[in-house]
């Protein structure tokens, strides 16, 4: 691992955090912007300007009247400091879907280089679609793929083109059971839809980045992935933005759906400039036999609210949760995760790592339910915390609740620190203080990343490295 | 040649004073012993030779080839060519001791800390030759090491530094007679190749092993006997207590 580890190192990312590496953001030219308060009127022009079937406009009314409905969550915080009505809740920029780099307005492509897709999707990727602000700006996908079947789309071009696929799970599997969630229904914009036909395993995975170019503003992706029966498939979101003169809010959807003995696994890399107030609303099914994985690189942004989670519907079926939370600076992190044991046999492991420093603090809120005839149900989850200093802190939350007998629901959580102690011993090893900590914090994250594919692992590597190698003396 | 030297060292710790006054001189190639009871400031010299700043230098100063290492940070110490073992286990369970190896040898031969490093394979000779399990090497730094098998893992990366002077604080502790043997083995092999070694103890059994050419006993912060291997014949016949009474010390 190291050793491939050094080898790529050239050719990925050199720079920063997301806001440094991207610089201040830049003007884009923006084709369609509309702002202000959430109105029917809003909704519809959305509808009308993406030239929707009549079903998802429906969608989208019924999820504003719930949305209105909906009492605003109390237990979030930073919440109020988001204001609905004066962010461009739909921001078009001036270009037609790409099929190639250099047909990217400059500005765009540019964000791009600098974070190194190019390389990225000729090294490691099938398909790969890039979202700027509200639409799906470039998207390439491997003939090869397409001709068994698999479709990877804009989410706006498969709602038209598969309306019966789309129907099946939009908002079905994650229904408007909160009023971030109802509002996304109203809003979404963008996203991915993935299917994999029964039987057809995809070895390298699919990528849809997504980036926030402008202040003031919400981006509303909907992606979905579905792997038929026995299929197989590995989608990864990355997220990042340049530094924005106030704020923007992030407010997306991953649903996914693993049927009979399929193989699901949803990775992110979520590394937003820390001027955006990130939520998240992601779940996934699995059917009998079928296996969902979900990684949660949760290292950018300002707040950030995600909760992975997995429903084991059928008998067998099951799930692991991998979490990396980044608190590093007054931020407030949560990166849970939820399971529901629903059918006989079903496993889950919940596999947590925080690291907390320079007054962060990193939550971990968990649920497992297990259903009463859920029989044999396991579940483990285990919570590790790596706290720098005295001004940051970790917070764990796991709540269960087991109605089924023969259920076995465990849990471990660990705190440790980088003390003088180690930080000496490294240093009489011959590695500088600053590589000391790089070594004990990726240490630390190391059996999560290593399950990722290789050069996702060096740019989730990286990033830590230069979060947490300048980090000012610890104690 | 290589030199260090401990000029009239004076060391506190948290403000208080532990080393008043020590010096002694360890080149290259030769063995040099320290023995004295719990609590004499053993460790407190090696882990202020090895820069840990929690060890002020009050008076005196410590020198490798002449040159001062007082304004040393512990790996500008290390990249000098000084190996400090530790006495008891620390434990890193989030690094893995392989990467430690490998991170260790490249910051030895100037390479950037993840680089691939082809000496790890002579890792794993070495740990056979010293009776380390090769799972270890998957464990993290220390991470429920038994007391012998941290004692073989710090001999183990002193021998793949190859450094110009290794000190190890009580290489023999929690280790039997084989892995004690061992260990000695391994010490001359390193004296042999060029090192010059200090090493703290408190036992006669692994002095018989490595004859060192020089035998200081510290009490108290300060060296009150110096000699040759006849001091181990002492120590292990009267006890401290009781040489220290003879020679009038305590």
């Known amino acids: 691992m190291e050793k491939e580890l050094a080898d790529v190192r050239g050719m990925i990312i050199e720079s920063e955090r997301?806001?440094?590496?991207?610089?201040?953001?830049?003007?884009?030219?923006?084709?369609?912007?509309?702002?202000?308060?959430?109105?029917?009127?809003?909704?519809?022009?959305?509808?009308?300007?993406?030239?929707?079937?009549?079903?998802?406009?429906?969608?989208?009314?019924?999820?504003?009247?719930?949305?209105?409905k909906l009492p605003m969550p109390k237990w979030v915080r930073g919440v109020g400091e988001i204001d609905l009505e004066t962010l461009v809740h739909y921001a078009k920029p001036q270009t037609q879907t790409a099929r190639s780099w250099d047909e990217l307005p400059k500005e765009i492509r540019e964000y791009y280089e600098k974070l190194g897709l190019p390389e990225m999707e000729a090294k490691a990727l099938l398909g790969l679609a890039t979202q700027f602000d509200s639409?799906?700006?470039?998207?390439?996908?491997?003939?090869k793929l397409e001709e068994k079947g698999v479709v990877m789309l804009p989410m706006e071009e498969a709602v038209?083109?598969?309306?019966?696929?789309?129907?099946?799970?939009?908002?079905?599997?994650?229904?408007?059971?909160?009023?971030?969630?109802?509002?996304?229904?109203?809003?979404?914009?963008?996203?991915?839809?993935?299917?994999?036909?029964?039987?057809?395993?995809i070895e390298q995975p699919l990528e849809t980045f997504f980036l926030i170019g402008g202040s003031m503003e919400s981006q509303m992706e909907h992606s979905i992935v579905v792997a038929d029966k026995g299929a197989q498939v590995h989608w990864i979101e990355g997220c990042s933005a340049p530094r924005l003169l106030k704020y923007s809010f992030h407010n997306g959807m991953v649903e996914g759906y693993a049927h009979e003995g399929a193989d699901l696994k949803i990775t992110?890399?979520?590394?937003?400039?820390?001027?955006?107030?990130?939520?998240?609303?992601?779940?996934?099914?699995?059917?009998?036999?079928?296996?969902?994985?979900?990684?949660?690189?949760?290292?950018?942004?300002?707040t950030t609210y995600t909760f992975p989670s997995t429903i084991l519907k059928g008998e067998g079926a099951s799930t692991e949760i991998y979490g990396?939370?980044?608190?590093?600076?007054?931020?407030?992190?949560?990166?849970?995760?939820?399971?529901?044991?629903?059918?006989?046999?079903?496993?889950?492991?919940?596999?947590?790592?925080?690291?907390?420093a320079n007054g962060g603090t990193s939550v971990y809120r968990g649920m497992v339910y297990v259903a009463k005839g859920a029989k044999y149900a396991r579940s483990h989850v285990q919570c590790d915390a790596l706290v720098l200093d005295g001004d940051s802190a970790n917070i764990t939350i796991p709540h269960d609740q087991v109605f089924e007998e023969t259920a076995v629901v465990t849990h471990e959580a660990t705190a440790s620190r980088i003390s003088e102690e180690k930080l000496m011993y490294l240093r009489a090893r011959g590695l500088t203080e600053d590589e000391a900590k790089a070594s004990v914090v990726l240490g630390f994250v190391s059996d999560i990343v290593k399950d990722l594919p290789f050069e996702y692992a060096v740019v989730l590597q990286r990033v830590l490295e230069l979060e947490f190698s300048k980090l000012g003396r610890v104690g | 040649m290589a030199v260090l030297e401990v000029r009239n060292l004076h060391v506190a710790v948290d403000g208080k004073r532990i080393l008043k006054g020590v010096s002694l001189t360890v080149k290259s190639g030769e063995i040099v012993a320290l023995m004295g009871p719990n609590g004499s400031g053993k460790s407190t010299l090696f882990q202020t030779i090895a820069g840990n700043p929690r060890y002020q230098v009050v008076e005196g100063d410590v020198l490798l080839d002449g040159a001062s290492?007082?304004?040393?940070?512990?790996?500008?110490?290390?990249?000098?060519?000084?190996?400090?073992?530790?006495?008891?286990?620390?434990?890193?369970?989030?690094?893995?001791?392989?990467?430690?190896?490998?991170?260790?040898?490249?910051?030895?031969?100037?390479?950037?800390?993840?680089?691939?490093?082809?000496?790890?394979?002579?890792?794993?000779?070495?740990?056979g030759e010293l009776g380390l399990k090769?799972?270890?090497?998957?464990?993290?730094?220390?991470?429920?090491?038994?007391?012998?098998?941290?004692?073989?893992?710090?001999?183990?990366?002193?021998?793949?530094?190859?450094?110009?002077?290794?000190?190890?604080?009580?290489?023999?502790?929690?280790?039997?007679?084989?892995?004690?043997?061992?260990?000695?083995?391994?010490?001359?092999?390193?004296?042999?190749?060029?090192?010059?070694?200090?090493?703290s103890t408190h036992y006669a059994r692994i002095l018989k092993f490595l004859?060192?050419?020089?035998?200081?006993?510290?009490?108290?912060?300060?060296?009150?006997?110096?000699?040759?291997?006849?001091?181990?014949?002492?120590?292990?016949?009267?006890?401290?207590?009781?040489?220290f009474k003879e020679a009038g010390i305590a």
Do not use: C
């Not at chain 1, 639409?135 to 491997?142: A, L, Q």
């Not at chain 2, 464990?139 to 893992?153: L, Q």
């Open chain 1, 268 to 302: 992110t890399v979520q590394n937003w400039s820390r001027d955006i107030i990130n939520f998240n609303n992601k779940r996934a099914v699995a059917e009998a036999r079928a296996h969902v994985q979900w990684v949660e690189g949760s290292i950018g942004s300002k």
């Open chain 1, 135 to 143: 639409e799906i700006v470039y998207f390439n996908f491997k003939r």
């Open chain 2, 134 to 199: 090769q799972d270890v090497f998957n464990r993290g730094v220390g991470a429920g090491f038994s007391g012998g098998e941290f004692k073989r893992a710090e001999v183990l990366l002193a021998l793949l530094a190859k450094p110009s002077i290794a000190i190890l604080d009580e290489p023999d502790s929690g280790l039997d007679i084989d892995g004690m043997a061992a260990i000695s083995k391994a010490l001359l092999r390193l004296a042999e190749g060029g090192a010059g070694i200090l090493l």
């Open chain 2, 69 to 127: 290492l007082k304004d040393a940070a512990p790996e500008e110490r290390f990249a000098k060519g000084l190996f400090v073992g530790f006495q008891s286990p620390v434990a890193i369970p989030e690094v893995r001791f392989a990467f430690l190896i490998q991170a260790m040898l490249n910051k030895r031969s100037g390479k950037k800390l993840g680089d691939a490093n082809p000496k790890i394979a002579e890792a794993f000779k070495i740990a």
């Open chain 1, 324 to 356: 990396i939370t980044a608190a590093n600076g007054g931020l407030w992190k949560e990166n849970g995760a939820k399971v529901w044991h629903l059918a006989p046999d079903t496993k889950s492991r919940i596999v947590n790592k925080s690291i907390s």
């Open chain 1, 160 to 201: 038209k083109k598969y309306p019966d696929l789309v129907k099946q799970y939009f908002m079905r599997v994650f229904p408007a059971e909160h009023k971030f969630a109802a509002l996304h229904g109203a809003l979404w914009s963008g996203g991915t839809f993935i299917y994999v036909p029964p039987g057809v395993r």
């Open chain 2, 211 to 243: 004859e060192p050419s020089k035998v200081y006993v510290m009490y108290d912060g300060r060296l009150v006997l110096e000699g040759g291997p006849e001091i181990v014949k002492k120590v292990e016949e009267a006890g401290y207590e009781r040489l």
């Open chain 1, 18 to 68: 997301a806001s440094e590496l991207l610089g201040a953001a830049k003007p884009v030219p923006y084709a369609v912007e509309l702002k202000g308060r959430i109105t029917r009127d809003m909704i519809e022009e959305i509808s009308k300007l993406k030239g929707e079937p009549d079903w998802m406009r429906r969608l989208r009314l019924r999820m504003l009247e719930l949305f209105e």
